[in-house]
């Protein structure tokens, strides 16, 4: 009986998830910073990794659906419960992320990082949480994102003085991410008396970092560098799964409030 019942209600979970992003929207400001980079760009002519998969996240409400009992967090009565546990929830998110494989990041014509391969991940820990108007405000400040293995071609071709226009032989660097800052704002809208999320609102993200140090690499190239992170960073961050993520996070705190209130 106890696993019939966590087996119904995982899937009871999924449907409420998959239903609320259904009619919900996720949008990135300041993605796409880098341009796409041909293979008769690179000294080698080989192409470089293919850019992440993009998962679909459906954004056209429901046929028949109707949200005439719809609620906001700002309407729980119990709002600070709400945070805590959505705190709770989103404390050990883990973001995963992969470089935008043959983008390129330019300073000039000729000067110029281009992404070839490679993964990073990292936790942001608590964020601070507020209402933001009737939705809510995650704010996440990380002081180091640690990465190894990134491949990526740079321009001018140093080695090759005969194809100096063109990408390098890709390369490993590696370094860090500092004053890492970003924010997620979304409106879930709530049916309270059934203790459910009905749609998922528009979620919008935000992504900065404060500094960028890989090596080897030259300094002078760190700017694009940064673009190119926060590329790869924003990528994720506008893609389905993570709609999933901060929903999925949500419905497990509307869940545990309404437990806690007794409903």
Not at 35 to 48: A, F, R
Not at 148 to 170: E, G, W
Not at 226 to 251: C, H, P, R, W
């Amino acid at each position: 009986m106890r696993m019939s019942h966590r087996l119904f209600v995982g899937f009871s979970t999924l449907l409420i998830v998959t239903s609320a992003l259904a009619q919900g929207g996720l949008t990135v400001s300041g993605f796409k910073k880098g341009q796409v980079s041909p293979p008769s760009e690179n000294e080698d002519n080989k192409p470089d990794s293919p850019p992440p998969a993009r998962i679909a996240l459906p954004i056209s409400v429901s046929a028949g659906a109707s949200t005439a009992a719809a609620k906001h967090v700002s309407d729980l009565q119990n709002a600070q419960q709400f945070f805590q546990a959505l705190g709770h929830e989103v404390a050990n998110w883990q973001i995963n992320m992969a470089l935008i494989g043959g983008n390129k990041y330019m300073i000039n014509d000729c000067l110029g990082i281009k992404a070839s391969a490679g993964e990073f991940n990292f936790r942001p820990g608590a964020p601070s949480l507020r209402m933001d108007g009737t939705g809510v405000l995650l704010q996440f400040v990380v002081d180091r994102i640690t990465m190894n293995a990134l491949m990526v071609r740079v321009r001018p071709n140093l080695t090759n003085p005969t194809k100096l226009c063109h990408f390098s032989k890709r390369f490993g660097v590696g370094g860090s991410a500092s004053d890492v800052r970003f924010e997620i704002r979304f409106d879930p809208l709530l049916d309270i008396k059934q203790c459910r999320v009905m749609t998922a609102g528009a979620i919008r993200t935000k992504f900065a970092i404060g500094g960028l140090n890989l090596k080897p690499l030259q300094n002078n190239l760190d700017p694009v560098a940064k673009n190119m992170i926060e590329d790869a960073i924003n990528f994720y961050l506008e893609n389905g799964s993570f709609g999933m993520q901060v929903l999925n996070g949500t419905v497990r705190a509307l869940n545990t409030t309404c437990k806690s209130a007794g409903t």
